[in-house]
């Protein structure tokens, strides 16, 4: 007979103490592993004790979680070593990471511009400049091309930079010890479930590593024009012959600054063509005239900032709330281990006649039931045949 009467649901949401708390009984109950700390009669004991005490309106999910507690609860009685196995890897350690992470990006960033420069020549099309704008450009496509696939498939697709990067990471959070075995079958177990999370935190990092980097950039390039005069002009292979290509990138790249901003004007065709960096660096006197760094350098700095830090942290503060939630709804998919514990099963008739209340009728008649069985051919004894066979001899 069926024991829970709501439908039992594909995934079990929790919040991330209790989900990994759920994963844990589970890789201990399920591995060859857990069977040295916990039996199959204590994991099955658990499960009666709960069930005496829970009505069958009770949802599958708080069933399952409350079985875990107790089950937990009973396991670190046992054994202190599993009571710290709850406590995965230390935050500290991925705080650690993380900012490593990001302090080489900020050192690539800033050697990087410094290897592609000569002195305090600053080339508006540098590779770096490039490499940077046409990353970002190429990572925002490709956000909204899976978001697109995500909403026209009802599931959710995450880039791969993303996703190997937070496959490799699950074991930060595994268990610190026990058992190889048992640390391997949580995070079978855990993996999965908190996929999503690690994909956010590392987008995440990533986002603050690129930033990282641009600062690099840009530190570097500060430092440059302490030391001289900066000679700010373009240097493009493709279009040297070609300055009238050029004055159209740089309208495309530049001419969306408003004029509030008293910037002088985009230089002309003729200005372009002056502005090549071999016919700077010819007359460097003429630098300042021919292309000021008033009038470049913010240019430079805010198509950096709506090009890559505002949506960057606009990104950031989306992972971030994105992780608030997950945490507190981390999906657990439900597969055969759930479905013992949750699918009907079958009662013996006698517990479920004991377990049902008697109807009304029966209770009040019942004694004159007995009587009646009692004085029914059936149950009487079978004491006549004898009295027949002394009469008849």
């Not at 990471?97 to 099309?125: D, K, M, T, W």
């Not at 700010?232 to 040297?240: A, H, Q, S, T, Y």
């Amino acid at each position: 007979m069926a024991f829970f009467s709501g439908k039992i649901p594909g995934r079990l949401k929790y919040p991330i103490e209790t989900a990994r708390t759920v994963c844990l009984v589970k890789a201990v109950e399920t591995s060859e592993a857990g069977k040295k700390y916990w039996s199959q009669e204590e994991a099955s004991q658990v499960t009666r004790d709960l069930l005496s005490e829970t009505s069958r309106s009770t949802p599958p999910a708080r069933f399952i979680e409350e079985r875990a507690q107790l089950a937990y609860s009973r396991m670190a009685k046992k054994s202190y070593a599993l009571r710290t196995m709850r406590f995965g890897g230390s935050p500290a350690l991925g705080y650690l990471i993380s900012a490593a992470i990001i302090l080489c990006a900020y050192l690539i960033g800033a050697f990087s511009e410094r290897f592609f420069s000569s002195g305090s020549e600053v080339n508006l099309f540098s590779p770096v400049y490039a490499a940077l704008c046409l990353w970002s450009l190429f990572i925002y496509a490709l956000m909204i091309i899976y978001g697109a696939l995500s909403l026209a498939r009802r599931r959710h697709m995450e880039l791969p930079l993303r996703t190997l990067p937070a496959r490799l990471t699950s074991g930060l959070v595994a268990p610190r010890l026990i058992s190889s075995g048992l640390r391997r079958a949580f995070l079978a177990v855990w993996a999965p479930a908190c996929l999503r999370l690690a994909q956010f935190r590392i987008a995440r990092v990533f986002h603050w590593a690129f930033l990282a980097l641009t600062a690099g950039v840009a530190s570097s390039l500060i430092v440059r024009g302490l030391s001289g005069t900066y000679v700010i002009g373009w240097e493009l292979p493709l279009f040297d012959s070609a300055p009238d290509r050029v004055c159209e990138l740089f309208g495309r790249l530049w001419g969306w600054i408003p004029q509030a901003l008293n910037l002088p004007p985009l230089p002309d065709v003729e200005g372009v063509a002056a502005m090549r960096l071999d016919r700077i660096a010819a007359a460097p006197e003429a630098a300042s005239q021919i292309a000021p760094a008033s009038a470049w350098m913010p240019r430079l700095f805010l198509l950096a900032l709506v090009l890559i830090v505002i949506p960057r942290l606009l990104l950031i503060a989306w992972d971030s709330a994105a992780l608030r939630l997950l945490k507190r709804r981390v999906a657990i998919p439900v597969d055969d281990y759930f479905r013992a514990l949750l699918e009907p099963r079958e009662e013996p008739a006698g517990e479920a006649a004991a377990s049902e209340p008697a109807p009304e009728s029966a209770v009040s008649g019942g004694n004159g039931a007995v009587q009646a069985d009692q004085t029914s051919p059936a149950a009487a004894p079978k004491e006549e045949a004898p009295a027949k066979q002394e009469g008849g001899s």
